[in-house]
């Protein structure tokens, strides 16, 4: 069974561009995460997805973020314009069960973001 | 204002002997405690995790201790060994957060196991 895959692995931006990356989550997972990991700090959640609805986008830093996940599938975010604090590792998550907090979550590769 | 904290950024340890990672939390809300390991250029993977209705739980050469009335918890990991080596994250969740899921993470332990 495949993992969570995201895409790019690392993308470098300069400011005020825009940038998007993407996530497939693990076949049959209704749960998405993405989560940030700002200069080694600890890792943030940015919101939760159940199938193609936001359940939760409490870390969301600004309107400059903007996640979709059309059809309950894979899913999007979008930082448009970057700024030089939104470099970092995007992390994307997900799981099986609904929302459950004991459900475990598997986490994709990352993707590295750097904007100068 | 930070609700999961590791104050050690890193930890060496020899081969064969214990490691010892902690991590505290101030929020009693949280219901469910989970470690995540994490190697360079690499997603976060689940580990071990204990629910607030139990004080230890173990898998192998992990051991996760959960003290509720001090806000404490650790991950014990006998013997180490060398690919053991990478950042420890320590995470919080409680079903108050929306149905769950939501994870809060700590900054994370670098943990170098020496052969």
């Known amino acids: 069974e495949a993992g969570v895959t995201q895409f790019p692995s690392h993308s470098v931006i300069e400011k005020g561009q825009t940038v998007t990356l993407r996530c497939d989550p693990i076949?049959?997972?209704?749960?998405l995460y993405w989560y940030r990991r700002v200069m080694g700090k600890e890792i943030k959640f940015l919101l939760h997805f159940v199938k193609e609805s936001k359940q939760d986008e409490s870390g969301m830093p600004n309107n400059r973020f903007l996640a979709e996940r059309t059809g309950g599938t894979y899913s999007t975010l979008k930082v448009q314009p970057a700024e030089l604090e939104d470099s970092g590792v995007y992390f994307c998550?997900?799981?099986?069960?609904?929302?459950?907090?004991?459900?475990?979550?598997?986490f994709g590769p990352g993707t590295r973001l750097t904007v100068l | 204002d930070q609700q999961v904290k590791q104050n050690s950024p890193s930890l060496s340890v020899q081969e064969g002997r214990i490691s010892i990672l902690n991590c505290d939390y101030t929020n009693s809300m949280f219901d469910y405690f989970l470690w995540y390991k994490k190697y360079p250029a690499e997603g976060p993977t689940f580990l071990i995790s204990?629910?607030?209705?139990?004080d230890k739980n173990e898998d192998g050469r992990f051991t996760v201790f959960l003290n509720k009335s001090a806000k404490h918890l650790s991950l014990h990991i006998v013997p180490s060994q060398p690919g053991d080596s990478a950042v420890y994250f320590c995470?919080?969740?409680?079903?108050?957060?929306?149905?769950?899921?939501?994870?809060?993470f700590g900054q994370g332990t670098e943990l170098s196991v020496k052969p």
């Open positions: 076949s049959g997972h209704d749960n």
């Open positions: 204990i629910s607030s209705i139990k």
């Open positions: 998550a997900s799981s099986a069960a609904p929302g459950q907090s004991t459900d475990t979550q598997y």
């Open positions: 995470a919080a969740s409680a079903l108050i957060y929306n149905q769950g899921g939501k994870l809060i």
